[in-house]
């Protein structure tokens, strides 16, 4: 099968002047250590990044600030998404923006929000999964930004966040190094259970009843979603939720967009294609955190597999994406 003319990336990070800091958390020095360049990598909102994309065949990537950071810092949000604004200026047919915002200040993050998307020409925004005490966003307090969200017609990318330490000590730790501890608190467990956790939470607290249009990202094939939604589904819990008209199979057709990040096999993708709309699924990498050259094998092996027809691999790689952040015509014009 022909490999699809151009591709959109939508989970690509960068690390930006006005939220310093990030270098000293415990989260990012145990990355760092592991991943060595991407101190370096995060902070290259140009030419090097470029040159990585090339390498991987990525037309264009949405950038988006590194999470657990900047989540009670309105200041530094709004000066940090003013830099992405300028890096996204100067290589117009390269770089489109998601938004960081303060979200431990609701209406504060709705107007960030408006002024990112109405004045600087963002796509959305993404944003960590939870504040710093791991609160979710299900609460009335946050319903002014969510209203926001839903009428500028703009998604949201939920993002995985680094637990507090007592958290990690308290669920992840066990009979085993510091490194496991890690991984399981993050990318080999945690980060995605608790994702998919507030997909539900949201769903609960009728969230996508009130606000029904809004549009929700999850990256990494859907959070462990699409495989339990069956039964998520089946079970009795939440129906015993009053006023609740939007199940959770309704809110994932009609509420929910994922991406590939950071997976980069078929056999959750199977998983996926049974449970999700094609034209809701998005292709991503989770650069630096990734290999970028993971990205192009993929999607040659999905070209390859027969999984998708030629017209569903080319929505995955880059028509979906046009589509959600109103991109059309951004990569034919470059």
Not at 12 to 37: C, I, M, Q
């Amino acid at each position: 099968m022909e490999l699809p003319p151009r591709t959109i990336t939508l989970e690509e990070h960068v690390a930006l002047p006005s939220l310093a800091g990030w270098t000293e958390l415990d989260a990012y020095v145990a990355v760092t250590r592991a991943f060595p360049k991407t101190a370096v990598t995060l902070t290259d909102c140009s030419e090097g990044r470029i040159a990585a994309m090339n390498s991987a065949q990525v037309s264009l990537q949405v950038l988006s600030h590194i999470p657990n950071i900047g989540i009670s810092d309105v200041a530094g949000c709004r000066g940090a998404n003013n830099e992405m604004a300028e890096a996204v200026k100067k290589n117009p047919h390269r770089f489109a923006g998601f938004a960081v915002l303060p979200m431990t200040y609701p209406e504060e993050a709705a107007k960030e929000l408006e002024r990112a998307v109405t004045e600087l020409g963002f796509c959305g925004a993404l944003i960590d999964n939870s504040l710093d005490d791991m609160t979710h966003y299900d609460g009335e307090r946050f319903w002014p930004f969510w209203a926001t969200a839903e009428r500028l017609g703009v998604p949201i990318y939920l993002h995985p966040k680094y637990p507090p330490q007592d958290v990690i000590q308290s669920r992840f730790a066990g009979n085993y190094g510091p490194g496991a501890t890690s991984g399981f608190a993050s990318a080999l467990w945690g980060w995605h259970e608790n994702v998919g956790l507030h997909f539900l939470k949201l769903c609960a607290a009728g969230v996508f009843d009130r606000f029904p249009k809004l549009k929700i990202i999850l990256g990494h094939m859907g959070e462990m979603v699409p495989f339990m939604l069956d039964r998520i589904e089946r079970m009795p819990f939440l129906k015993s939720e009053k006023n609740l008209r939007k199940t959770p199979r309704q809110a994932w057709a009609d509420n929910i967009w994922i991406t590939t990040s950071g997976m980069f096999s078929l056999e959750p993708l199977a998983t996926v294609l049974k449970t999700t709309k094609v034209e809701r699924i998005l292709y991503s990498i989770d650069y630096p955190f990734e290999d970028i050259s993971l990205g192009p094998k993929f999607i040659e092996e999905l070209a390859r597999s027969g999984v998708v027809t030629k017209e569903e691999l080319d929505m995955i790689a880059y028509k979906n994406a046009e589509a959600l952040l109103g991109l059309e015509g951004v990569l034919a014009s470059s």
